[in-house]
């Protein structure tokens, strides 16, 4: 059973993300009762199915349920109803990294594509060990074209994410942080529109993205996460290193 929420008359949507919750609560519920029935843990392939889409599916509830409650009952939504029962990013990095002890990845031949970009999308995620995202990122490196892999978008994503820095309670620190490759990181300003952070060499950034093989031209890309097709190359405005911190952006999820 969740936790008691005691705010419900000041926050609108709650009824309709309890809802939800219970339905993501079943869910997991029901994931860990499936992975009692493989005895060898992440050494079967089953287990590591399973604990997969249970990982993603936590991924992406902290990121909707964050974008969408109330801004004032957020932490207390989050923390005391869901990260405790559940786990975090946190909980996710190292769920994976145990699983990555019995394989070497999570390969499409053996695991199917799906379960392929879970694992990118969990690893994206892991700012808090830069370190682990280096290693994977390492370990695709000279493999995310292979059709063991086919990993062009979510190599770049990882890339990207690497350069930037953050500090101990999660602020973006844009002293730190350095330019990326593949303009997929950024944040919204004041002007409404999200905007990359800086990259290296961004007049050719198509041709750059292109070069890697991405399914997304960067313009395509920009007009999507800003939900405006109309947009040209004249509206985008990446963010120069070094400036005064940044709050943390959480984009769009797919």
Known sequence: MLPTFNHTASLPDFSQAVKRFRRL??????????????????????WVTTKLKMMIMIDQ?????????????????FYHIFIQKWGSDHENTRGLKEILRFHDWITI?????????????????????????????????????????????????????????????????????RPQRYATQGRIMESGLWQPFETE????????????????????????INGNNNLTMKDVSPVTWPQHHLPTYQPVMK
Do not use: W
């Open 61 to 77: 509830a902290c990121r909707t349920f964050y974008s969408a409650s109330n801004p004032a009952h957020k932490k207390e939504f």
């Open 109 to 177: 031949p053996v695991f199917g594509r799906k379960l392929n970009d879970i694992a990118l999308t969990i690893i994206i995620h892991a700012d808090h060990d830069k370190e682990f995202q280096k290693e994977i990122l390492q370990k695709l490196e000279k493999h995310y074209r292979s059709p063991d892999i086919s990993a062009t978008d979510g190599y770049a994503h990882l890339h990207d994410r690497t350069c930037i820095a953050y500090t101990p309670d999660g602020i973006l620190d844009s002293r730190k942080s």
């Open 201 to 224: 060499n961004f007049k050719n950034i198509e041709q750059t993205r292109k070069a890697t093989g991405m399914k997304l031209s960067f313009l395509e890309y920009f007009r999507i």
């Open 25 to 46: 609560d079943a869910f997991l519920r029901k994931g860990e009762f499936i992975l009692g029935r493989f005895p060898e843990g992440p050494r079967d392939v089953n």
